[in-house]
């Protein structure tokens, strides 16, 4: 075996890694978030398709934080993304509100100083999440900064909801800034 190869096999186990710890956090979430039946057939649809999308190669980033988005619907915290929340105007520019429970219009700007400033990119990505589920979700490019954002963003509404302290999700945090 030369180094080439080496290298390459460190790389598929890395990338098992990843896969593994990503659909670690995704049930260990579905495992916290579950109330009853009824809920709970539904989401393991959304689990199975989430571990779908993670072999089928989707990017792993995005279809977590669409599934974060329906563990937030399936526990009564989905967010209002499409109007400001407090006051229904449709006008943006919005800040998310992790607290007010959604997007907040200028207007509305001072019920929550923490709300945070998202681009359109987050904005549009954010409305689609609240439309569609995981069995539906085709393969889509997001731009490395825009993921950034929807990280912030889905930190917040899941922190502010569900507030929930999951190893899974450390490990996931661990891998990032340690580049594993
Ligand atoms: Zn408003």
């Known amino acids: 075996m030369n180094s080439g190869e080496i290298i390459a096999s460190h790389h598929a186990l890395r990338e098992n890694l990843e896969l593994a710890a990503y ?3 995704a049930a260990e979430l579905t495992d916290r978030s579950l109330q009853d039946d009824e809920a709970g057939g539904y989401l393991f ?3 199975r398709a989430y ?4 072999e089928e190669g989707k990017d792993p980033q995005i279809v977590t934080f669409l599934y974060e988005m329906k563990i937030l619907e ?3 915290y989905g967010p209002v993304v499409d109007a400001c929340v407090s006051c229904g105007a449709e006008d943006g520019p919005f800040r998310l509100s992790a607290s007010a429970g959604g997007a907040l219009c200028r207007r509305c700007f001072p019920r929550d100083p923490e709300a945070l400033e998202l681009a359109e990119g987050p904005w549009k990505l954010l409305r689609l999440f609240r439309r569609m589920d995981l069995t539906r979700l085709g393969h889509v490019q997001v731009k490395e900064e825009t993921k950034a954002a929807l990280k912030t963003a889905m930190r917040r509404l899941t922190d502010a909801h569900l507030g929930y302290h999951l190893k899974s999700r450390a490990f996931l945090d661990q891998m990032d800034k340690y580049s594993l």
Not at 51 to 54: D, G, R
Request: proline share 0%; net charge neutral.
């Open 23 to 25: 659909a670690s956090y």
């Open 45 to 47: 649809r959304q689990l």
């Open 51 to 54: 571990l779908e999308a993670l």
């Open 74 to 76: 399936a526990s009564g």
